[in-house]
């Protein structure tokens, strides 16, 4: 009897253990279904190809991306190094007085812009003294020879003519007529000759005063009782006082340098260049310089002269740039960012930062393709320009890339991968 209810009761258990597995199955996944959000829709589309996103209608719409189109750029190179304003010396002049004297009045300060011909000091010069004083005897000693000689040749005329009225009614002999004309014209010659000694004694006194920088004309003006003793030092060009040596009450000689005056309407700029580089950099190339003392201000001119040997201590070469100047915003000693540029040689494709991405030891782009989807594009970097890179391979001009939204391809890109290696 116990035999039986045992068997009974076994025959019971299994299919209660078979249904009961059945309604545990059901409500685990009844329980799931219920406990999971609805799945957002997919923004990636699946793609066969690894190297390339295809985004849905709607994250296409919503993602703004910029697209370019590749376009070629000269291989510009480009050096950075450092430069110093200087003066051009061909545009420096150094003025010395031309006599010994001392400095009676001045009229400029450092770093006044001097008009050309400007008085800058006045050189008390005993030579001007002695020069005026001596034209003014000789040109009276020669006034007063000329009134005597035009005196004297007045009578020779007048005997002339006396003379030649008594010859006619036969009373003077025709000898003494001839040896009274002979006496006018010789007067008349003496006149001559003292006009043109008064012209040669002016023209004389005028040159040497000149020379001194002073004109015999306001000279006379003044009166023959004036007499000038002062010598000015005038500019001999247009330019900027850039060295002053004397002072009101110095002795001077001519062999000191008094003022130093430039004309900084155009410069140069003195380039440091490294070993390295110095193949690199030839005449006629361009150059940008950036001043520390001008924030923003850019300046380009091209290199005229290139060092044949390095400095003794610096172990640099100097490349020599002309700026122009013609506000007179570079001074000299101001020091800055100088960027070479050198002759092109070969176009390349061009692409900004904003379309550049990189991963590891990789740099790629993402080609936009004629299905909407954007393919992954391995390219190889070139030399750098302003803010992008020229592309050496890997993209060709005219094809169409990412720029701003490249990012978000690379993460979507990077998620497949993942998503494929679990």
Known sequence: MQAKRKKDKSMFQKPLTKI??????FTSISLSSCSQPNPKPQSVVPSNAPNQVKLSPEALGSANFEILTVKCSPNHLSIMTTGEIRPDDNRVFHINSIVAGRVIKENVVLGKVVKYNEPLATIQNLEVARTYGDYIHQAH???VDTAQVKARLDLAKKTVQRLNRLNQEGIVAEKDLLLAENQQKIL????KGLQEHQAHIRAEAKTLLAAYGISLDEEEKKGLEHINSGS?????????????NVTVGDVVNPSEILYVLADLSQVWLNIAVYDKDLEKIKEGQTVRFRSDSLPGSLFTGTISYIQPAAGDTSKTFLARAVLPNPNLILKPGMFG???IF?????????????????YRNESFVFVQLPDASFEKRIVVLGDRINDGYLIVKGITAGERVVGNGSFKLKSELMKSDIGQED
Not at 342 to 358: G, I, R
Request: no cysteine; hydrophobic share 40%.
């Open 20 to 25: 009961g597995m059945a309604i545990l199955i």
């Open 188 to 191: 008349e010659i003496d006149l």
């Open 337 to 339: 960012q100088v960027e």
């Open 342 to 358: 050198a002759n092109a040689s070969k176009e390349f494709p061009y692409l900004p930062d904003s379309s550049l991405q990189k």
């Open 141 to 143: 000693q020669n006034t």
């Open 232 to 244: 000015p030092l005038v500019a001999p060009k247009t330019g900027v006082l850039i060295q002053k």
